[in-house]
């Protein structure tokens, strides 16, 4: 089970601090946590489930090294275009905060019929509201569970 975290590369201390826990979560329902490999909402996702021995998979734009938290770096150099390659590893989204960058994956992910779990995120039609990350974790760990 791969679950994606998305949201932006400069975020709050709130987004942070919940996409720390986000990634604690995913880790300890044992599903894999994916993500852009960058700063923000994704370092701090893959450090919440490093904290958990989880395992962390980054998605990055460039040639770059991505966070220090990631377990595997996959370096595609294309840029956003690297938005379909992540949304289409994962079963289930969360997203926490978020910019335009965090929208181009939610739309992908919901055209690909993927549920979307937003956490103070786009309040768009087909993202589902959740009051906390520990709802948009339980909500796409069930998500994935029935998607696998």
Same mark, same amino acid.
């Given at each position: ?26 880790? #300890?329902?044992? @599903?894999?946590?994916?993500?852009? +490999? ?6 701090? =996702?893959? $450090?919440?489930? %490093? &904290? ?39 079963? #289930?989204?969360? @997203?926490?905060?978020?910019?335009? +960058? ?6 992908? =992910?919901? $055209?690909?019929? %993927? &549920? ?28 994935a569970r029935r998607?696998?």
């Amino acid at each position: 089970m791969q679950i994606a975290v998305i949201g932006k590369e400069e975020c709050t201390d709130e987004e942070y601090e919940a996409a720390e826990t986000a990634g604690r979560l995913i880790a #300890a329902d044992h @599903a894999v946590l994916c993500c852009g +490999g960058r700063g923000g909402v994704m370092e701090a =996702a893959c $450090k919440g489930a %490093k &904290e958990m021995g989880g395992m962390t998979i980054g998605i990055l734009p460039d040639r770059g090294k991505g966070n220090p938290y990631l377990d595997v770096a996959v370096r595609t150099g294309m840029g956003y275009a690297r938005n379909v390659i992540l949304v289409e590893s994962a079963d #289930a989204v969360v @997203a926490i905060g978020g910019g335009y +960058g965090t929208l181009s994956e939610i739309a992908i =992910a919901l $055209k690909a019929g %993927k &549920e979307v779990f937003g956490f103070r995120s786009w309040e768009i039609k087909g993202v589902i509201r959740c009051s906390t990350p520990e709802e948009a974790v339980l909500r796409a760990v069930a998500a994935a569970r029935r998607s696998c």
